[in-house]
């Protein structure tokens, strides 16, 4: 079967995870992502999908995370019938995020109606909620390690680490392998357990967003409580936007074992975040992905207060310090965590943690480059609290942790294709994966296309 891999996404850009699978037999779409960041790259959402949508048979996704997911209610509704192959824990996850990202985006062009902030008339949302709704009907779980027949092809999902249900993607067609890596997890994450290490292949097309750097090697839970107690003990607010999915989990865990060590004040925590509540129940049902004993998971989610209404996360605007708030977007793109910077940024005595990468063209990313001014709901807020930028409480693999998985391959993947990751991270890690271990790597352009059979050849 002569099957072609197109890039329709994640390529010079961490975001807008998108590959298609093309064979006599059909037309499988892996991930269905949206684009996040910079102006240019955002508009891509917006134009006509590359591929007529009703063409596509299936999708199957790697993880809950919207670069991977956030596409599918507008695939949806222009036209996709198929089923969207999952994990248990993806499409439940899925059912959170996406439903929420509808609700926002109306949200969003809602205010931007009301208040004249956008040059588009009037302002209209990418999807609605109902739109989520709809793409929700379309999910099919699977269990890891359960090979599945999916538009001619055979399809098993791998554990990848990284969040809840997230899964490597080993494909086969005819008598080739492809393996996609999704988001690739750290060994050494303090909730997730470890990735399943990579297995014979003959095409990998492996996520480098963190291809041209290193964690920290400082333990991300000191860094987090020395930031807690100089700030706290100055009567100030600790503001750590998070990834609703995910990274609010580890930071509720470095959180409670600061706080039953005594080291960090007993302060008030807030979670500000309905869908990282809701999560909370998903990631209890399935403690055979996690590191978290049933006691550990307990105290995590003893230590925060939940927030759930608008007013309450309102009121915390007008509470003042000392205490911690986790709040979601991670990249500061939307949600509550923007009411937060708005009310507490211009006060030098709180500070902003970045929990995570930071893509570019994001107000994180502002953030992390120095910028302080950040345009939030049509108006500029100065930001004179500290900014924190904490790498090492990423949840994806760095460079070094990439190459050591890489190497435990029981064979050099005929050809290897670096996504996911940003023009000059992707390039670092190719250099690093010729260099280091000999092998044949690039970097496809957005658009791309590769016979597999021509790129499985030695």
Known sequence: MNTTLRFLGATDTVTGSRYLLESAEGRVLVDCGIFQGYKV??????????????????VVVT??????????????????RGRVHA??????????????????????????????????????????ERDARAALERFE????????????LRITFVPAGHILGAA??????????????????????????????????????CESTYGDRIHPAQDPAEELGRIVRGVCSHGGVVILPAFAVGRAESLLLHLSRLRAAGSIPDVPVFLNSPMAIDASGIYARHPEEHRLSAEEFSAVYGLARLVRTVDDSKLLNLRGGPMVIVSASGMLEGGRVLHHIAAYGPDPRNAIVLTGFQAGGTRGDALRRGERVLRIYGRDVPIRAQVHPLEMLSAHADAEQIVTWLRGA????????????????????????RRELGWRAQVPEYGA??????????
Request: hydrophobic share 35%; net charge negative.
């Open 168 to 205: 490597q993607l080993l494909v086969r067609t005819g008598t080739h392998r492809l393996h996609f890596t999704g988001d690739l997890g750290r060994a050494d994450d303090a909730l997730m357990r470890p990735p399943r290490p990579l297995e014979e292949t003959d095409i990998l097309v």
């Open 141 to 152: 779980p699977h269990d890891f390690d359960q090979e599945v027949e999916i538009g001619g």
């Open 87 to 128: 994990t248990e824990g993806t499409a439940e996850l899925s059912a959170l995020v996406l439903p929420d990202s509808g609700r926002l985006l109306e949200e969003q062009a809602d205010f931007a109606h009301r208040h004249h902030t956008s040059s588009h008339r009037p302002p209209r949302p990418l999807y609605t």
């Open 41 to 58: 790259l955002r508009e891509r959402n917006w134009r006509p999908f590359p591929v007529d949508p009703a063409s596509i048979d299936a």
């Open 449 to 458: 296309a590769v016979t597999v059979d021509e790129a499985s050849g030695p």
């Open 410 to 433: 029981p064979e050099p993947p005929h050809r290897i294709y670096l996504t996911h990751g940003e023009p000059h991270a992707a390039d670092a890690l190719r250099l690093r994966i």
């Open 63 to 80: 993880h809950a995370h919207l670069d991977h997911t956030g596409y599918l209610p507008a695939l949806v509704r222009d036209g996709f």
